[in-house]
């Protein structure tokens, strides 16, 4: 029997899709990739661009076609980028401005769902789509899916803004800076300050051993969760990271790398929650997907965020109800 080669698919081909299109091409790691998008042309034109791509030298050669649901039925990998982001045309915006998407975006998340689990429930599903939190919680929770196989991006993102901070601030390599977002995609996603390690030194001693002024914990939790929206307010969309996070995850379950990232998944026994919300925390991604979501010790101030990031989701999964 001929080896399966590794298939993606990805749904929402726009500004997010195309990102995950560009990473998953220069990955190498899928043979075949299936683009589904609800926009005329858009999926038959963003395959035959990449279909011309793989014939420039040294391009892998995979194939990218543009396909329907059934297409997805073996598939390996799905990544869900389908649905509007925030509004340019509005203004400047902020975090919280994800939220408002969460009652269009929740619709756009059961009809793909719906879709995808009449065919296939092998295949693990990352979810881009915002508001992050409340889509992951819906495709869960209301699907019949291996839970395991559904998770968003979820703070991978953040957390690799709050680690260039960091190594900004300190003037090393982000390589080589440890730590996490916890809770929302959003505003109210916190900095897990007490697992922060930069070679081997805590957060605490960071000023002693660098020689660097302090950071407050408040102002790296403003920064971060402000990162998305600045670059949001100054080219109209944002791609390049969550793309890059997409593909991190499709690579660690494709590669059964048991690799610890931050993604968003529905709690089960953590933090004291059971199935009743879905946010980011550790957790070790590997072939079956989120093969352990880690409960990392926090501190009195880390609590005190948890149970507000906690809040905020649940209030938008409310919305998206
Ligand atoms: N998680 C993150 O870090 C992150 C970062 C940036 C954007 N996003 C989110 O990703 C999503 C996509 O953003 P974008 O900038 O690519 O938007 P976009 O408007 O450029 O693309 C969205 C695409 O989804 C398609 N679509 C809509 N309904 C569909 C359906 N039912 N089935 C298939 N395709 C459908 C549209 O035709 C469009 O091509 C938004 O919700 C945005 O907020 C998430």
Redesign the pocket.
Known sequence: MPIKPHKLGI???????EAVLFDAMASGIFARIVL????EG?PEGQALDQHHATAVPNMPNTTVIAGDYDDLTDADVIVI??????DPAKGPATGAD?RE?AAT?GR?MR??MTEITKRNHDAAIII???P?DANVHIASTEFDHPQGLVMG?GTL?DSARMCRIIADHVGVNPEFVRGYMIGE?GPSGFPHISGVNVGGVSFEGLPRVFGVDPLDPDDIATRTNNG?TDVFNLKG???A??GQ?AMTIARAIVRDERSLYPVCTTLHGQYGHDGDVSMSTPCIIGARGVEQIVEVPLSEWEQGHLATTIQAIQDTVAIAS
């Open positions: 749904i929402g081909v726009g500004r997010v899709g589904i998008d609800t926009k858009l980028a389908a649905g509007p982001s925030i994800r998407l975006n756009i009809e793909v881009c789509s915002n992050l991006t993102l995609h998305g969309w944002t791609n990271g969550v996070a």
